[in-house]
């Protein structure tokens, strides 16, 4: 879904100041996964700010060609970005919602020059779809404060069906519900059922394959500038639970040990805590703004190393 959520942010424009509203009948009562990026409150927060500045001078170049060329604005075009799926894995597929401002004539215009491009009716609305490297992207404009995307057509038409109420979607009180509220100073938040047929057969996932359930956070730090991260996972029983305990804790203790070769990990794994209550084990993780920038500068450093290599490696003439 990285693709989808990237070809949705490229295809937004912005034409009012209408205010993008979610709302939990618009996803399926049977969601098993759920990720909420709140952009919005991303960009209204000092981490956002800091974000801003940190481009580097090819993204800015990017982003100002970007507008320039389409009258899109990515910091103010859309609020929030919603995936979701009903699979009991994550290759089953999901469908991306994405709330902002969309000038739906143009937009439409712009995906017609796509490949292969398609319009065609589904009850009072139209699916729009295209070929992009092989794989078939479908959308449908359901007013001008949401579009939504899918790869494969049938998702598209399932979820547009919930939001017509052509189908029963999520109520209020749902636990997906409550994270999908906007909320001041979050700016991710993703829950998931079923982990072990989401985490599937990789090993890096062991620890959240004994778990039923996790919710992830992800926010502005109270205090100082920085990121502050909250996993909470939900397991069987109280001996599960001590269980993952441990094997979190050991976890961090590995990656402290490695702080000759990867010292960023270690000083990130210095700031882990973690804690377990009843049957629920929470790992709490608080990036501050010098180490964000000293690992931001890290890796830009090592994309100009090479890129400067590969310069090298075209410019270079042959030896006899």
């Not at 890796?299 to 310069?311: D, I, K, M, V, Y």
């Amino acid at each position: 879904m990285r693709k989808s959520i990237g070809l949705v942010i490229l295809f937004t424009c912005l034409v009012s100041a209408a205010q993008a509203q979610i709302q939990a009948r618009h996803f399926p009562q049977d969601a098993q996964w759920v990720l909420h990026m709140d952009l919005k409150a991303l960009n209204e927060s000092p981490m956002g700010h800091t974000l801003k500045r940190s481009l580097d001078d090819q993204m800015r170049r990017g982003v100002a060609a970007l507008k320039a060329a389409s009258g899109i604005d990515l910091t103010n075009d859309v609020d929030s970005v919603v995936v979701c799926g009903k699979g009991g894995n994550a290759e089953a597929g999901g469908v991306m919602y994405a709330y902002g401002r969309f000038n739906i004539p143009k937009l439409t215009a712009i995906a017609g020059g796509a490949k292969e491009f398609q319009n065609k009716p589904f009850g009072k609305r139209n699916l729009l779809s295209w070929s992009d490297k092989g794989k078939r992207t479908n959308l449908c404009f359901i007013n001008p404060t949401l579009v939504v995307m899918s790869q494969q057509e049938r998702l598209l038409q399932e979820a547009v069906s919930v939001i017509d109420g052509k189908a029963k979607g999520m109520e209020a009180g749902q636990s997906f519900a409550k994270m999908l509220a906007h909320r001041k100073g979050r700016f991710l938040a993703a829950q998931a059922n079923n982990l072990s047929a989401l985490t599937g057969t990789n090993p890096q996932f062991q620890l959240l394959k004994q778990a039923e359930a996790l919710l992830l956070e992800i926010g502005q730090m109270n205090g100082a500038n920085g990121f502050d991260c909250a996993l909470v996972l939900k397991a069987a029983n109280k001996e599960m639970a001590q269980q993952m305990n441990q094997a979190a804790m050991g976890l961090q203790a590995l990656f402290m040990l490695q702080a000759t070769q990867n010292p960023d990990l270690a000083e990130a794994a210095q700031n882990l805590k973690v804690s377990m209550q009843d049957n629920y084990v929470t790992v709490n993780l608080q990036l501050p703004e010098e180490m964000l920038k000293k690992a931001l500068q890290a890796r830009l450093g090592q994309s100009q190393n090479r890129a400067a290599a590969g310069t090298e490696k075209k410019t270079a003439r042959p030896t006899l």
